[in-house]
């Protein structure tokens, strides 16, 4: 039998960020972007089942059994945390491990932008961190979360699914509530949760139209409301907000969404070359009278220009981060056009002057 708390402590030993547990493979992990076998046998069906039963009552499992998908959260004896999904695949259980840090990095350790911390300042309004899945943006909301914590005396409520951070009182009152166990869904939380005297609202994921109209509301209400989508630029991000609305009311969420939204922060993390570990590459958007104008009158495909134009207020488009990036030497360069919007103007720009070494390379000589 497979002792799941003994997978987990190895895991958190090499510095693994994810585990995988797929039946007829032995348990995966993954280590600065790759993926490692763990020198264990396979898996069996049996054994995935009773992995479950290691972190969940035998009335979660029935949960799941029925709706073959679960969420939720384990420790170790050490205290390390793990975010958890339970899924079928073939018929088969399959399990998916993301560590949590116990510690909530300091926003300057994460190396986001300084406008990113301005942004906890706000009073009010709507504030979204975009990416893909494993972006890192709960790693951001936390650090902003606890700037919020450190600097005011204000009442922080979260919905979490599952809670991540723990995040401790320190000069403001904070409540995290886990969907499933505390509140039955976000749009059940949110519900209720302007009954309960809040100042600043994080909603862990914008996931359907109700979550979605209950998150603006909030904010329009006078609240700073935190939250995630998974999309990789701000202009998408608008787009997919407006485009969860029936289109009869577009023209009104346009108008709601260009008064509330405040920044648009989307991320994605690039494997270091200078020491082991990830860096965030990042777009910001912040809602000028211009962004708002182009959100009210649907001229969404504007942004991208804005952006580029309006540096001088904090806002930077994912390819000058990219470059900013692989210029202090933090990331490959050959990635940084892969993964450029426009790889053939990246590698323009990343092209060294004639007898220059790139930046890569002079880190790799400091360290030799």
Known sequence: MFDIKQILMEAVQKGASDVHINTEMPPIMRINTELVAMELPEVDPESARQIVLQMVSEEKYKVFEKNRDLDFSTMIEDGSRFRVNAHWQRDNI?????????????????????????????????????????????????????????????????????????????????????????????????????RQDPDVILVGEMRDLETTSSTITAAETGHLVLSTLHTINASQTVERIIDVYPAAQQNQIRAMLSNTLQAVVSQTLFKRVDQPGMVPCVEILLCTSAVRNCIRENRIYEIPNIIETSRRVGMQTMDFSIQQMYTAGYIDRSEAILRASNPGKMERLLAPAPGQKQPSEMVSAATE
């Open 94 to 194: 399959a399990i998916s491990f993301r560590a949590i840090s116990s510690r909530i990095p300091d926003i300057d350790e994460l190396h986001l932008p300084p406008i990113v911390k301005e942004l906890t300042d706000l009073p009010r309004g709507l504030v979204l961190v975009t990416g893909h899945t494993g972006s890192g943006k709960s790693t951001s909301l936390a650090a902003m979360i606890n700037i919020i914590n450190r600097k005011y005396h204000r009442r922080i409520i979260t919905l979490e699914d599952p809670v991540e951070y723990m995040i401790k009182n320190k000069s403001c009152m904070v409540e995290q509530r886990e969907i499933g166990s505390d509140c039955t869904s976000f749009a059940s939380g949110l519900r209720h949760v302007l």
